[in-house]
Structure formats: structure tokens, C-alpha cells
């Protein structure tokens, strides 16, 4: 029985979802609609709530609108219904984040948080190049250590705060 309540509940979170997605958009339908929204960036906040209404969210994801450039901010499940890439990537990275934030020092990031953080501006290529590189070396050395640590921190002050 709670299994069917649970679906009956997620099934109305995505109604509403596709309501005000609708709504803010210019295509007057669902399928339209959320082609006209792309990701733009994630970060980590606690006691969001997603457009769907789905509360108390930590894993927020700004998505925009590329014909009226609204933003809303869903949860790191909900954007998968946008862009199943950017929903499986949002997700990884946010793992990856979790990882970071542990030992910024000696862990790696990995490649779909490089990714982003390629995307949103946060790393430089040559940045991304050296750390995806960095990615399979079984021992850096000390100086390939701290420019990853760098990274590390550039893509934590990035991902843990809303950014305008």
C-alpha cells in the first residue's frame, strides 16, 4: 500500500512540475515546453523546494529559459526530466561534491563535476585537460597534488552557493 501512495505522490509532483514549467514558458505544452530549458548551474543549499514541491532539498539545480530567460530552481531529480544527461551529470557531480567536501585535499573530482564546472565557467580548459588527465594517474606529484587542490576548491566555493 505505501508503495502506490509513494507513486500516486511522485506522479502528482510531476503534474505540478509540468504545470509551472508550462506556465513559464513560451510552448503552450509539456514536450514544448521543456526543450526550451537547459541547466545552468547546481549547488548544494539545505531546505529548498523544487518546483514541484517537493521539500526540504539540499541538491538544487538552476535551470533557464532560452526563449524568456526565467530561471527556476528544481531538485537534482526533477531536472532529469529536461535533459536526461544533464539530470544523470547534476546527480554524479553532486556525489563528487560530497567526496570534495571530506578531503578537498586528497580527493579527485569526478569527470561529470570537471564537466560542469567546464560548462559553467568555474574551471579553465587547461584546468579541465589536467584534472580529467589527473583523473587515471595513480600517483601525482606534489605539484600536479596542489593544482588539483585548487580545482578541488574552485569547483567547492562554486557548487556549495547560489550564484546570480
Known sequence: MMGIAS????????????????????APSWEGAKREWYLVHIYEEPGGTCVCT???ITKRCV???????????????CVGHFDEDDGT???????SLVNL?????SKKPNQALLDLGL???????KSFTFASGLLRKKKPT???????????????AAFSQ???
Open 7 to 26: 507513486t500516486n505522490s511522485e506522479s502528482e509532483k510531476f503534474r505540478i512540475l509540468q504545470a509551472e514549467v508550462v506556465r513559464q514558458s513560451i
Open 54 to 56: 517537493h521539500p526540504n
Open 63 to 77: 535551470i533557464r529559459n532560452r526563449e524568456n530567460g526565467i530561471e527556476l530552481v528544481v531538485g537534482n531529480t
Open 89 to 95: 551529470k547534476a546527480s554524479s557531480a553532486f556525489e
Open 101 to 105: 567536501r571530506e578531503d578537498p585535499m
Open 119 to 125: 560548462k559553467f565557467n568555474v574551471i579553465t580548459t
Open 142 to 156: 606534489i605539484k600536479q597534488l596542489q593544482w588539483r587542490q585548487d580545482i578541488n576548491h574552485a569547483l567547492l
Open 162 to 164: 547560489h550564484l546570480p
